[in-house]
């Protein structure tokens, strides 16, 4: 089971208590996946920030995978690979729009 | 030997930020013109641009960093100024900044102006990576865009929607003046406005004056203030029930007027997979809405589905409306119902509903109507419901983003042809109704977010249809504070450019609110009101001394409708920052490195400008301002086009396409005539409101629209006989323009720029003179002084008066004592509230006496 760095930016941080942790996740784990662990492990106030609705994320956050941009569907810890460090971080008032 | 140039930049003497040509002699401003290269302005600039320049050199411009000396804060109380260092200044700020961040972030209370928007950008990346949610635009969104601006996205994916101008044949203006005043696109609108008028469009105003647009139309139709929904619902019953008019494809393929509404008002799902159900006449049972070849969609009926009655909304739609007669509308708007039935009548004929047209070899739908809404109708506490209303004029017949009809401005764009970029599109999201591809709000108008219990200053959490909330500054900021037990106050704010003295509502509440946050920090041009009450004042560099690579917001926020050019400007500094001035973007990103937060703005910067491959910022290195404008632009237009090629060239252009202008027909996406989330956002919402003490009314959670009455139209007491409201003086931005003086002579000669204006009729029943100073007075005691104006251009039951002029700081030598104030009249409260999108009322009963 592989051990993901993870930074959580900006309010995040606050409501986690934390700024930087470690996390454990499965092989093959997504970034919705870790969204959900992290909503289980910091309680209501910080769920309701990364979920707009029950499953459903914000519009405005987003996450990096090695400083990179990722969607909820990446995997960020597969087999025979480095496990990216993962931040997740949110955009108020964003300007989305891409392929 | 002397040294002559035209540099390319941008304006900023308002949020149309048309493109300019500044011509420098000696390193001397001499002139101001548009510039014909770009989209932006077409070569053309209003008064306020070509005055630019006596801004730039306005003798009181702030130079140097001051610090209060006088810990006693207040209106009119000097605050006894001391020059300090940019270090000294900024150490300060640091470690006031620090002690909040590590305490609680959302401690730090953001402000900025809507006159300016090139720190949009730079402050709300500060704010994210900072880690507040509180932020707002000093009065923008309460005034002029909660309820505007949100349904502009819902429906077009659009910050705000003009006519196309080059096809439109009627446009009904309520409470709007695209075309005819200042704001978005505005030298460009004009041009297309003046030449929509020459080809033969006509316009309509719906305004209770007769000021830049209705003077220039074809017709001006007075409204009592706040009541543009019973016109609207009015003419919507006529030509659903009277004249039988729809546009049934666009309807049944478009929006959710085919959905099934079973007896409690939501949809009817799917049991395997929750999407609503619609009516497949062809196959004679009920389909999800999104079954391909689903081409026989049923709007009216009643169908036995899933246990229950159910009915498409569109025939609830038609049967709400039947309530809202042109002679009930008259009663509330004074509109006679004669002049509705003709409008209604009008605007369904001509919107030649099943009409089609070729463009760029593509038929498309042709429906050459448009009901366009802004400032007027949407600056009420029942702003959702008028623009709702309206908005749903161009949905029966179909007239939303095809050729003719209402345009947003602009919801796709396929970028430049050599990169790609920008690129968005709205796409279809929950129950099939749309996002948008992109936005400029601090959250996008759909899909709606669950309420929940408020955790910001503006209560935001518990209304997510707003975008900002009174309780910025509102009376009873503290007790509704505690009501919901927020559990911080402000502690700093951190204020570009904003006067929330004048632009909010009146000063004496403001006031009391800023007197209560222990250190402000506020970066200037020149001292004003507001500095009265900050700790510390940063000599800002104007727009004319600074840069900035994104100057339109592009495209969905400043930029022209309809088939054309895309342009990208930048604004580059025309002469250096005289004194010891820096642009406010260079300092906050100093701050960044002083407070720790390089990895989170750097995050942040990324995402929010679109920052692509090498170009990205690596998340520990840090940037200057200049090169971070150098790889947005290069982000967007390749390596070869960066912030170097931009200061020789100062915009690029591009071609529009037909797919990008007229996008409804080539997007599968639908749009909401029935807003079944508002029962479940009252259901989720009231629980959490009345736990915490606060009145609550359902009517206002209903999801087909009614007349709401604002707090004005609720007075008894007969002395107050008259209706006040503010409109935008095209002579003038905001608060911040009244000191220019070129602007100010403008002024002078202008009979209605500083005066109260006033039905001469109306004025001579109570014996006032032309030109008499009178006191308007509200029903909560606030009063003002002005001089009358008569005149036959304003509703018999109005007083109308340009906002926001009536300064009195003496640092603003040329604004001080010139007209009248007029938000001193309104109350900044929960009672003047929108309880479903926090929009502030702005119309007040008034009594005036010599």
């Known amino acids: 089971m592989p051990e993901i760095r993870l930074r959580l930016m900006g309010p995040l941080g606050r409501l986690a208590g934390e700024r930087e942790t470690r996390l454990r996740v499965d092989e093959g784990a997504t970034v919705r996946d870790v969204l959900t662990l992290l909503a289980a ?54 300007e989305g729009g891409s392929r | 030997m002397t040294t002559d140039q035209w540099i390319a930049s941008t304006c900023g003497l308002c949020y149309g930020t048309c493109s300019i040509r500044a011509h420098v002699v000696d390193d001397v401003l001499v002139k101001i013109e548009g510039n014909p290269e770009s989209a932006i302005g077409r070569g053309r600039l209003c008064g306020k641009g070509v005055a630019g320049i006596m ?68 402050m709300m990346m500060f704010a994210a990576a900072f880690g507040t949610p509180n932020s707002w635009a000093a009065g923008g969104g309460l005034h002029c865009g909660n309820g505007a601006h949100l349904i502009g996205g819902l429906y077009h994916a659009s910050w705000s929607l003009v006519p196309d101008f080059k096809h439109c044949r009627l446009a009904i203006y309520f409470g709007a003046s695209k075309g005819h005043g200042a704001g978005h696109v505005s030298c460009t609108n004009m041009q297309d406005a003046a030449d929509a008028r020459a080809r033969g469009m006509r ?41 039988g008019v729809w546009d049934a494809e666009y309807l049944a393929q478009k929006t959710n007027a085919p959905y099934l509404i079973g007896p409690d008002g939501c949809y009817v799902r799917d049991a395997e997979t929750g999407k609503p159900l619609v009516w497949d006449a062809a196959r004679g049972h009920a389909v999800r809405y999104d079954t391909p070849d689903g081409a026989a969609l049923a709007l009216e009926g009643a169908y036995d589905v ?46 030649m509903v099943g009409s089609t047209i070729v463009l760029d070899g593509k038929r498309l739908p042709y429906r050459p109507v448009a009901a366009i809404y802004f400032r007027g109708s949407q600056g009420h506490k029942n702003s959702v419901y008028n623009c709702f209303a309206i908005e749903l004029l161009n949905q029966v017949v179909g007239a939303a983003d095809v050729v003719g009809g209402a345009l947003g401005f602009n919801p796709v764009c396929y970028g430049h042809p050599e990169t790609g970029k920008p690129w968005y599109e709205p796409k279809s999201g929950p129950d099939g109704l749309m996002i948008t591809g992109t936005w400029v709000a601090p959250h996008l108008p759909y899909p709606i977010s669950d309420p929940k219990h408020p955790s910001t200053m503006s209560l935001g959490g518990l209304f997510p249809l707003g975008m900002f909330g009174p309780t910025m500054a509102s009376s009873d900021q503290e007790e509704l504070w505690t009501k919901f037990g927020l559990p911080y106050r402000p502690e700093v704010m951190l204020n570009y450019g904003a006067n929330s003295l004048l632009s909010v509502g009146n000063s004496d509440t403001v006031a009391e609110t800023l007197a209560r946050i222990p250190f402000i920090v506020s970066f200037d041009i020149t001292l004003t009101e507001f500095s009265e009450f900050a700790d510390l004042v940063l000599p ?26 895309w342009s990208w400007p930048v604004r580059q500094p025309v002469v250096p920052p ?53 790889r947005e632009l290069k982000s967007h237009f390749g390596a070869a086009r960066g912030l170097a090629w931009f200061k020789e060239h100062g915009v690029i252009s591009w071609p529009k396409r037909v797919e990008e202008v007229y996008w409804r027909a080539f997007l599968d996406v639908r749009v909401p005539v029935y807003w079944e989330f508002l029962i479940g956002l009252n259901r989720k919402a009231k629980p959490i409101a009345n736990a915490a003490g606060l009145d609550w009314d359902d009517a206002w959670y209903d999801p087909l629209p009614r007349w709401m009455p604002c707090p004005s139209h609720e007075v008894q007491d007969g002395a107050f006989d008259l209706w006040g409201f503010y409109y935008r003086d095209t002579l003038h931005t905001n608060s911040f323009t009244n000191e220019n003086p070129w602007l100010d002579e403008a002024s002078r000669l202008d009979p209605f720029s500083y005066t109260i204006a006033l039905n001469a009729a109306t004025g001579r029943r109570k014996g006032l003179r032309d030109g008499q100073p009178v006191t308007l007075e509200s029903p909560h005691g606030r009063r003002v002084r002005g001089r009358v104006h008569l005149t036959e251009t304003v509703h018999p039951e109005c007083v109308g008066i340009g906002g926001c002029a009536g300064h009195w700081a003496k640092t603003l030598p040329i604004a001080r004592g010139k007209g009248v104030m007029f938000n001193d009249l309104l109350e900044v409260d929960w009672a003047h509230g929108s309880p479903v999108n926090l929009n502030l009322d702005t119309c007040v009963k008034l009594r005036i006496a010599p």
């Open chain 2, 540 to 565: 800002d560099a104007s727009y004319l001394e600074a840069l900035d690579s994104r100057p339109n917001v592009p495209f969905i926020f400043n930029h022209p409708a309809g088939l054309g050019a």
């Open chain 2, 306 to 351: 899933a246990g229950v009655r159910a009915r498409p909304a569109f025939v609830l739609l038609r049967e709400h409306v039947r309530q809202f007669s042109p002679e009930w509308a008259e009663r509330i708007s004074t509109v006679p119902a004669a002049t509705i039935r003709r409008l209604a009548r009008e605007f369904a004929t001509e919107a």
């Open chain 1, 41 to 94: 492990r910091y309680g209501p106030e910080f769920a309701a920030a990364i979920f707009r609705a029950p499953g459903e994320v914000h519009t405005h956050l987003r996450a990096f995978l090695d400083e990179q941009d990722a969607e909820l569907g990446d995997p960020i810890a597969r087999e025979g690979r480095t496990p990216a460090a993962v931040a997740v971080l949110i955009v108020p008032g964003f």
């Open chain 2, 203 to 243: 316009l309509v105003v719906v305004d209770p004056m007769a000021n830049f647009a209705s003077a220039k139309a074809n017709e001006w139709v007075p409204i009592r203030p706040g009541t543009d929904a019973a016109l609207a619902l009015a003419m919507v019953d006529v030509i659903l029930n009277d004249l």
């Open chain 2, 578 to 630: 005289a004194g010891q001035r820096r642009s406010a973007a260079e300092v906050l990103i100093a701050l960044v490195d002083r407070l720790g937060i390089r990895e989170e703005f750097n995050a942040v910067a990324n995402t929010h400008l679109k920052l692509d491959g090498p170009h990205r910022l690596e998340f520990g290195t840090p940037y200057r301002h200049e090169e971070i404008c150098d």
């Open chain 2, 55 to 122: 801004t730039l050199y306005d003798p009181n411009r702030v130079n140097v960093p001051l610090r209060r000396t006088n810990p006693v804060k207040g209106k009119g109380v000097d605050p006894g100024w001391r020059e300090i260092s940019w270090d000294e200044a900024l150490d300060e700020v640091t470690a006031r900044l620090t002690k909040v961040h590590d305490d609680d972030p959302r401690k730090l209370f953001i402000q900025r102006t809507t006159t300016n928007t090139a720190i949009r950008a730079p």
